[in-house]
């Protein structure tokens, strides 16, 4: 490593530069949503290469253990391709979450994707999966005991009419 | 290095796995653990891992023995406070823990133990 | 226990730091590990390439207490620093033990030889960005493995 003349590593400046970007890029890539106590929602939006999921992984467990979570929604619409990779990644994410006592359900699974995680010829009968996120979040509910009750009475709030006008 | 600790609390034995266990004294508790579980002394355990900084392949294959054994000696089992790094270390190493059960923590832990304990009162 | 034949240390790696264990035993698995850990953690490695290195350290030193001579060997744990790769470490497990004949075989996963199932080469390799094994049937193994800091 180079020193400047003021005894300063020219270097460690650039480095720890590029560790913040880095840190921030993935935090926008890969935000995993607390969406109700207890379950998480993680959208993955592009594509999925190593660095990306061990990222990906890594901030999703940190997650689970400050929230205290039992459940997360991968939600995995946004994935353009999921070829083997692509697949052993999620899957490894998926047992990561849980040995740390999470259960993971799979959301948005294309029919494509369904037959790459069936050529991968693993054991899958342990691997949720629901159509959508919003099904994946009634699972979720049921799991923790929970149930959305409309109330009786009440009609649906109209939109607020935006106040201000230029 | 000292024995792994197994405390009892009413019908669960709850064991604190040391950081850097030696394997003599990872095979006495598994020893120990079964002594405890053939007198029926519990029906569920909690193995917490909390303070365990590497989980290499034999403590992961003991883990599941020690899982499946506790099955046939009719106590349910539960790995708690596996730290983050060391599921992803784990996982890729292929060893995923099939059939063990996983929580967060100790409470959780337990109460998984007494939600399978039901489930097997009424199964 | 057996009393382990001294081996003459590798060379110095010129201003880098460097660290040896001996392993006689059980406990040298152990020491090793955590050596490895200290040294990783002190280049500035995560959590997750912590565990990653300790955990490989504790496959290979397994494999000299379970399969050479009187459970014999040593970890030789070297800071690393190249301009193509950055900062690294490497860590070279060396035993005067059998030998592997077939470390082809030995590589492919679920390989057994001896007592136990064998782990400790896949799973090494699998953790670190590069490993080279080094083995004279009826004389020793030596395997090296590299992790750099991304």
């Known amino acids: ?166 | ?123 | 226990m057996p009393t382990c034949v001294a081996m003459s240390a590798l060379a110095e790696a010129g201003g880098s730091r460097q660290w040896r264990v001996d392993v006689a035993g059980e406990e040298g698995i152990v020491a090793a590990r955590q050596q490895a850990r200290e040294a990783a953690k002190g280049l500035g490695f995560g959590a997750v390439d912590q565990s990653r290195i300790a955990t490989a350290v504790s496959e290979l030193a397994r494999n000299v207490v379970r399969y050479a001579t009187g459970s014999c060997g040593d970890v030789q744990i070297t800071e690393l620093a190249s301009p193509e790769n950055g900062i690294g470490l490497e860590i070279v497990v060396r035993d005067a033990g059998p030998g592997i004949a077939n470390v082809e075989q030995a590589l492919r996963d679920g390989f057994t030889s001896g007592q136990g199932l064998g782990m400790g080469l896949p799973g090494a390799r699998r953790l670190m960005d590069q490993m080279t094994i080094d083995s004279v049937p009826g004389r020793g193994t030596t395997v090296t493995i590299r992790k750099w800091r991304h």
């Open chain 2, 1 to 123: 290095m000292a024995r792994v600790p197994i405390i009892r609390l009413g019908d669960v034995l709850i064991a604190t796995v040391q950081d850097e266990l030696y394997d003599h004294d990872a095979l006495q508790f598994q020893e120990d653990l079964g002594q405890l579980l053939e007198r029926g002394v519990a029906h569920g355990v909690v193995l917490d891992f909390s303070t365990v900084a590497t989980v290499d392949s034999f403590l992961a294959r003991l883990i599941g023995a020690i899982a499946a054994a506790s099955q046939l000696l009719r106590a349910a089992m539960v790995v708690v406070g596996l730290q983050p790094a060391v599921a992803v270390t784990l996982v890729e190493l292929g060893l995923t823990l099939p059939g063990v059960h996983t929580a967060l923590n100790a409470e959780k832990g337990l109460a998984l133990l007494a939600h399978l304990r039901r489930d097997e009162r009424v199964g």
């Open chain 1, 1 to 166: 490593m180079s020193e400047t003349g003021s005894g300063v590593p020219a270097q460690s400046g650039l480095q720890e530069a590029i560790e913040q970007q880095r840190a921030t890029i993935s935090e926008l890539l890969t935000p995993v949503i607390e969406v109700w106590d207890g379950i998480l929602a993680l959208p993955i939006v592009g594509s999925v290469d190593t660095a990306r999921a061990q990222d990906m992984t890594e901030t999703l467990l940190e997650r689970i253990v400050a929230t205290r979570s039992e459940i997360v929604l991968l939600d995995i619409t946004g994935v353009p391709v999921v070829d083997t990779a692509v697949a052993r990644h999620l899957l490894e994410t998926v047992s990561a979450a849980r040995l740390l006592g999470a259960d993971v359900y799979i959301v948005g699974l294309s029919s494509r994707t369904a037959m790459t995680l069936v050529q991968l010829g693993i054991d899958l009968s342990h691997i949720t999966t629901r159509a959508t996120l919003a099904k994946g979040l009634a699972l979720a509910f049921s799991r923790l005991g929970l149930a959305v009750i409309p109330q009786l009475g009440n009609t649906r709030h109209p939109v607020s009419p935006d106040r201000e006008t230029p």
